[in-house]
């Protein structure tokens, strides 16, 4: 089955802690995409990868990281999370080139007190 | 820069009410438009898109209109069943863009029996 996978689903935490969330797409997409969804804001779009050892910056960087050394796996990484980074998280991906769908993840659902 | 602007929810009808979600954007040239699902706990699920002016996409009975001299994608279903229930995103492609998805916030549909 095609699809993306994003762990954990859940995730409390403190301010500084560091943490990891794994996004995974067993598609052989070329591109792939991490959102944070937060209300009234939609979808922003924090960082994105055009392929293994490529990556750039979304609208909503700033706290964040990620890497890519795999085509299929996407890691987002907080160094040190604040309370403005609690949020619902969702990592996509999709084929380079056209209007082609674009595959969501079930979601991470991130506190940070 | 582009943008997506949607009627803002909850929208509440009644089972087999018709349905329209606003959708108006701002982009240069021809965007590719979507109509993105989001059931509760779940990620988001492409419903419908639309790849150059006047194209119609339809799916499940809900359908959509690519209008350019209006710059609108507005969704519509003729009668809603209560497993309608979700947020509807619209989102736009940009012509100069391979990959970048831009979202509106969301509009949250609950439908009654």
């Known amino acids: 089955e095609a699809q993306v996978t994003q762990n954990p689903r859940y995730l409390i935490t403190v301010t500084g802690k560091k943490l990891t969330v794994t996004c995974s797409q067993n598609m052989n997409h070329e591109y792939m995409s991490w959102y944070r969804q937060d209300p009234g804001l939609g979808l922003r779009q924090i960082y994105y990868s055009m392929n293994v050892e490529v990556t750039d910056k979304g609208d909503v960087p700033e706290g964040y990281k990620v890497s890519r050394k795999e085509k299929r796996n996407f890691p987002l990484i907080l160094e040190s999370p604040s309370p403005n980074q609690t949020s619902l998280y969702f990592c996509?991906?999709?084929?380079?080139?056209?209007?082609?769908?674009?595959?969501f993840g079930p979601g991470t659902r991130l506190t940070v007190t | 820069g582009d943008s997506v602007t949607q009627m803002e929810g909850p929208v509440t009808l009644s089972e087999e009410a018709f349905l329209t979600i606003n959708c108006t954007y701002t982009?240069?040239?021809?965007?590719?438009l979507f109509w993105y699902v989001q059931y509760p706990g779940e990620g988001l699920q492409l419903l419908l898109k639309?790849?150059?002016?006047?194209d119609k996409g339809s799916n499940k009975g809900f359908e959509a209109t690519y209008r350019k001299e209006t710059t609108s994608f507005h969704l519509e279903k003729g009668s809603v069943q209560v497993s309608d229930s979700a947020v509807y995103f619209c989102a736009l492609k940009a012509m100069d863009s391979s990959y970048k998805l831009i979202f509106g916030s969301g509009t949250r549909l609950l439908v009654r029996p």
């Open positions: 982009a240069t040239g021809y965007p590719s």
């Open positions: 639309a790849t150059k002016a006047d």
């Open positions: 996509a991906s999709r084929r380079s080139g056209g209007p082609y769908e674009q595959y």
